[in-house]
């Protein structure tokens, strides 16, 4: 009995192997729902800066704007029907970037020399019960004892967000010329932390003998939203004649921004300065859909240690 068993088991396996099946399985993404601030470089003032100054700056910025809807390319577009008698079709603006209405944060600016400065700092936001944690960290260089002063930044941003993102798979099976199509919904839900880059430009007035003086900066910086990273890979089953093709649509999404921030500074005494701007930002990466300017009205106050 066992020997007629072991060749039934070795028949089977043969006849098996002379027949060829293919999965093609395809992934787009769904609707995604993202919830995170806009992670805006720091506003860094150069006005009697010199070796040794440590400057300390609580900040507060306020969105304007409760949550920007865009359209992300590869998006599954046809409908599909669920098991409890209802359909599903991945909406034309398929992304939703829900925005917190009040960012809070503290900036640190050591200059480390007359000209060279390092910088970091932390900021904290919510939205709905989710904390959401982001930062910066940098080096600056500025001009010394010139009106205006000029300081050029780099860094990189850190943000923690919130994602619910919908993933269709399209999956072809293909055995002996005949073809079956199944499809597939997937609801994950998740937060993770990205790390960005920045540049900054800043020229501002330096004129220690008025309590006001102008500054205005010119930002460039991007913000990743979701991993995505579109690949196509391939398995190749040889012992059971199966071969698995799979392409992940799921594009990244990065946002890059290019803004303009224009501001005034009050010099209560020569430990604290009042800091106030509107920063006008414009989207030029990757939400193509979203038109919009974007404006987030911002103020600090500098405390020199």
Avoid at 29 to 48: E, M, R, S, W, Y
Avoid at 229 to 251: A, M, N, Q
């Amino acid at each position: 009995m066992s020997k007629f068993i072991f060749s039934v088991l070795i028949i089977g396996i043969l006849f098996y192997g002379c027949s060829t099946t293919t999965v093609q399985q395809t992934l787009y993404l769904g609707d995604v729902k993202v919830d995170a601030p806009i992670t805006l470089p720091p506003t860094h003032v150069t006005i009697n800066k010199i070796a040794g100054d440590i400057t300390v700056s609580p900040k507060f910025m306020f969105n304007t704007l409760k949550y920007i809807d865009s359209s992300i390319e590869d998006r599954y577009q046809n409908t599909i029907g669920l098991p409890d008698k209802t359909y599903y079709r991945t909406p034309e603006s398929n992304l939703e970037w829900r925005l917190p209405a009040v960012v809070a944060g503290v900036d640190i600016d050591a200059a480390a020399s007359n000209n060279f400065a390092v910088f970091g700092g932390i900021q904290y936001s919510n939205y709905g019960n989710g904390d959401l944690i982001g930062g910066n960290f940098g080096i600056g260089i500025y001009s010394q004892g010139k009106n205006p002063a000029a300081r050029f930044d780099v860094g990189m941003s850190f943000q923690k967000y919130f994602y619910d993102a919908v993933t269709i798979v399209q999956t072809k099976t293909t055995t002996d010329g005949h073809t079956v199509e199944d499809l597939f919904m997937f609801h994950d839900r998740g937060n993770t932390t990205n790390l960005n880059p920045f540049f900054s430009f800043t020229l501002n007035s330096s004129n220690e003998e008025e309590p006001v003086n102008y500054f205005l900066s010119l930002n460039y910086f991007t913000q990743k939203l979701l991993n995505f990273e579109p690949r196509e890979h391939y398995i190749d089953y040889t012992l059971f004649g199966t071969r698995v093709i799979t392409t992940d649509l799921r594009s990244e999404i990065t946002c890059g921004f290019l803004s303009i921030c224009p501001g005034l500074t009050y010099e209560f005494n020569d430990k604290m300065r009042f800091v106030g701007s509107v920063k006008i930002l414009k989207e030029v990466l990757s939400l193509k859909s979203f038109g919009e300017w974007i404006i987030i009205p911002s103020i600090q106050m500098d405390f020199h240690l």
